[in-house]
């Protein structure tokens, strides 16, 4: 979570559906554990699949008990939101812990104007995807921060809050709709695995959440993240780091936030395992 300046406009209906979009920062430059800069900086795929519409039943209505699985989304609409900026477009996923007791504690805090934050989604432990803000809207979740060549990353991103201290492992059902929901995602946005991120990532040294105990490469096993699967030369770490798409922070900074995600627990000066 990541309180942002806010913007005077009252809360929009949620929409079931959108029409799939390209144009504007949706053009995307494409970059590219024992986890090597090499392997991550050589390379990547283009933006994933083909585009589809979503089915109108997707979301549920306000705050309903169903628990049946990824498909029950429940609209919790957040006041906190406003338009994303200069025709701005989601080309990246941002992924949050919430570190909050509960679930249910989170989302008021996301659905609260005194604290001026909110996300687009947020995933209970148990798999359940309260939508608090509709995609076409800017969310309040990144703050400062930078990658690549976005620097309004609330413009240009979806915000997904995941119900998680940051201590503990994530909860399965918790990750079966994490990636259905991302799937979802992409058939409306083009959003290549390259820009599917921690917060950590794009404000290294500020934020660290998804945090240690995420599991990036689960994640990646369906394309929806990136992890190295072949070997790759050195580089230079900072080439490196640019590269891949570091551009807040120090290079300090930007590994302890690559390390975070692909090297946890690992300290210390850079060495030929980072290269």
Known sequence: MEPSTPIAHPGAPLRSGVEPTVGGNAVLQRNGHDATLARIASGGKGPGE???????????????????????????????????????????????YTAMATAEAARDRLCDPAFEVSAHYLIVEDGRIWQL???????????AGAWMDVRDVN??????????????PF???????????????????????????????????????????FDWRRLSIGGRAIWPDMLGESVDL??????????????????????????????????????
């Open 50 to 96: 083909g585009f589809g519409v979503l089915d109108r039943d997707r979301v549920r209505g306000h705050d309903g008990e169903n628990k049946g699985g990824p498909m029950d989304i429940i609209a919790h609409p957040s006041p906190n939101h406003g338009l994303r900026r200069d025709a701005a477009v989601p080309s990246m996923i941002i992924l949050h």
């Open 133 to 143: 803000v509709d995609e076409e809207r800017r969310a309040w979740h990144a703050g």
């Open 155 to 168: 413009s240009a991103s979806i915000g997904i809050e995941l119900a998680n201290d940051g201590a503990s």
């Open 171 to 213: 909860a399965a059902p918790l990750m079966d709709s994490l990636a259905w929901l991302i799937d979802d995602v992409r058939t409306r946005w083009v959003i290549p695995k390259q820009r599917i991120l921690g917060h950590s990532d794009i404000a290294p040294g500020r934020k660290i959440d998804p945090g240690p105990r």
């Open 238 to 275: 900072e080439e490196g780091l640019h590269r891949i798409g570091y551009r807040a922070g120090s290079v300090e900074q930007q590994l302890a936030a690559f390390r975070l995600r692909f090297r946890p627990g690992v300290h210390g000066p850079a060495t030929e395992t980072d290269r």
